[in-house]
C-alpha cells in the first residue's frame, strides 16, 4: 500500500484472519500436509509483521480450532510443533527487541494444549502485556461456541456469587467475559481457500463484521492480498441496521 492510500483510508481497527487452504496447498505441490503447514506459518509472519507496520490495532490468527483436534494425530502433532517454534522465535525476537511492539496472547482454551506451548505463551503473554503498536491474538485451540460457553459460566458464577444481578445483565457482559474482552469486534474477517464460512470463529464478535473471501491459498497469501482486501472493505458502506 502507498503512504497516499494510507493516509487516505480508515483502516479497520480489528482484523481477523482465518488461515486455511495449507493441506491443499501442500497437495497440489505432491507435499505431505505438514509442509503446507510450513509454509502457512511462513505466511503467518509475514502478514503478521505488514499488519503492525500498516498500523492494525489488533489482529486475530485463527490457527487452530476446537474442531480440529480430529485430525490425524501424526498432523495434529505437526501443527503443535510448529507453534512451539513460532513461540520459541517470538521469545528470541522479543528479547532482541525485534518484535516491533507486538502484544501477544492466546485467544482458545488453554486446558487441553500440551504444557511446553502453554509454558511459553504464559511467558510471551507477560512479557509483551504492555507492548501497545498491535495486539496478536493467537486463536488455538480455539471456538466461537466454546468460547460463548466460557462466558457463560464466568457469568453463572458471578450470578451465584451475588456479584451481579442476572436481571441487569447485558451484551457487554458478554463482550467482557470473551477472550477478546476489551478489544473492539472484528471489523473485517478474512477467509481464504474458497471455503465460504466461519467454522466456529468469532461467533459472538462477527455479528457486524464485513468478509473478504478468496480462492487463494493460505501459503500464497500475499501482503498484496491484504492490501486489496482492506482496500475492499474500506469501499463498504456500514450500516449497523440503520440508514
Ligand atoms: C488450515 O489449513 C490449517 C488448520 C486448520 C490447522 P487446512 O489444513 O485446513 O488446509 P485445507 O483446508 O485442508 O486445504
Ligand atoms: C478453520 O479451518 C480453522 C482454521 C483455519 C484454524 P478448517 O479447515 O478447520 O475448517 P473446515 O473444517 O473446512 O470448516
Ligand atoms: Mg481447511
Same mark, same amino acid.
Given at each position: 500500500?502507498?503512504?497516499?492510500?494510507?493516509?487516505?483510508?480508515?483502516?479497520? &481497527?480489528?482484523?481477523?484472519?482465518?488461515?486455511?487452504?495449507?493441506?491443499?496447498?501442500?497437495?497440489?505441490?505432491? #507435499?505431505?500436509?505438514?509442509?503446507?503447514? &510450513?509454509?502457512?506459518? &511462513?505466511?503467518?509472519?509475514?502478514?503478521?509483521?505488514?499488519?503492525?507496520?500498516?498500523?492494525?490495532?489488533?489482529?486475530?490468527?485463527?490457527?487452530?480450532?476446537?474442531?480440529?483436534?480430529?485430525?490425524?494425530?501424526?498432523? %495434529?502433532?505437526?501443527?503443535? &510443533?510448529?507453534?512451539?517454534?513460532?513461540?520459541?522465535?517470538?521469545?528470541?525476537?522479543?528479547?532482541?527487541?525485534?518484535?516491533?511492539?507486538?502484544?501477544? /496472547?492466546?485467544?482458545?482454551?488453554?486446558?487441553?494444549?500440551?504444557?511446553?506451548?502453554?509454558?511459553?505463551?504464559?511467558?510471551?503473554?507477560?512479557?509483551?502485556?504492555?507492548?501497545?503498536?498491535?495486539?496478536?491474538?493467537?486463536?488455538?485451540?480455539?471456538?466461537?461456541?466454546?468460547?460463548?460457553?466460557?462466558?457463560?459460566?464466568? #457469568?453463572?458464577?458471578? %450470578?451465584?456469587?451475588?456479584?451481579?444481578?442476572?436481571?441487569? /445483565?447485558?451484551?457487554?457482559?458478554?463482550?467482557?467475559?470473551?477472550?477478546?474482552?476489551?478489544?473492539?469486534?472484528?471489523?473485517?474477517?478474512?477467509?481464504?481457500?474458497?471455503?465460504?464460512?466461519?467454522?466456529?470463529?468469532?461467533?459472538? /464478535?462477527?455479528?457486524?463484521?464485513?468478509?473478504?473471501?478468496?480462492?487463494?491459498?493460505?501459503?500464497?497469501?500475499?501482503?498484496?492480498?491484504?492490501?486489496?482486501?482492506? #482496500?475492499?472493505?474500506?469501499?463498504?458502506?456500514?450500516?449497523?441496521?440503520?440508514?
Amino acid at each position: 500500500m502507498t503512504e497516499e492510500q494510507l493516509k487516505s483510508i480508515q483502516l479497520p &481497527k480489528h482484523i481477523g484472519i482465518i488461515m486455511d487452504g495449507n493441506g491443499r496447498w501442500a497437495k497440489q505441490r505432491g #507435499l505431505e500436509r505438514t509442509e503446507g503447514h &510450513k509454509a502457512g506459518a &511462513k505466511t503467518f509472519r509475514r502478514i503478521c509483521d505488514y499488519g503492525a507496520d500498516l498500523g492494525i490495532e489488533v489482529m486475530t490468527f485463527y490457527a487452530f480450532s476446537t474442531e480440529n483436534w480430529r485430525r490425524p494425530p501424526k498432523e %495434529v502433532a505437526a501443527i503443535m &510443533k510448529l507453534f512451539k517454534e513460532y513461540l520459541e522465535e517470538a521469545t528470541s525476537r522479543e528479547n532482541e527487541n525485534e518484535m516491533r511492539g507486538i502484544r501477544l /496472547q492466546l485467544i482458545g482454551e488453554k486446558k487441553g494444549l500440551p504444557d511446553d506451548i502453554v509454558k511459553l505463551l504464559n511467558a510471551l503473554e507477560k512479557s509483551s502485556a504492555d507492548k501497545d503498536v498491535m495486539t496478536v491474538n493467537l486463536a488455538i485451540n480455539y471456538g466461537g461456541r466454546d468460547e460463548i460457553l466460557h462466558a457463560f459460566k464466568a #457469568l453463572g458464577s458471578k %450470578v451465584k456469587s451475588g456479584e451481579i444481578n442476572p436481571d441487569k /445483565q447485558t451484551e457487554d457482559d458478554i463482550s467482557a467475559n470473551l477472550f477478546t474482552a476489551g478489544q473492539p469486534d472484528p471489523d473485517l474477517i478474512i477467509r481464504p481457500s474458497g471455503e465460504y464460512r466461519l467454522s466456529n470463529f468469532m461467533t459472538w /464478535q462477527s455479528a457486524y463484521s464485513e468478509f473478504w473471501f478468496s480462492d487463494i491459498l493460505w501459503p500464497d497469501f500475499t501482503t498484496d492480498d491484504l492490501d486489496t482486501a482492506i #482496500l475492499d472493505y474500506c469501499r463498504r458502506n456500514r450500516r449497523f441496521g440503520g440508514v
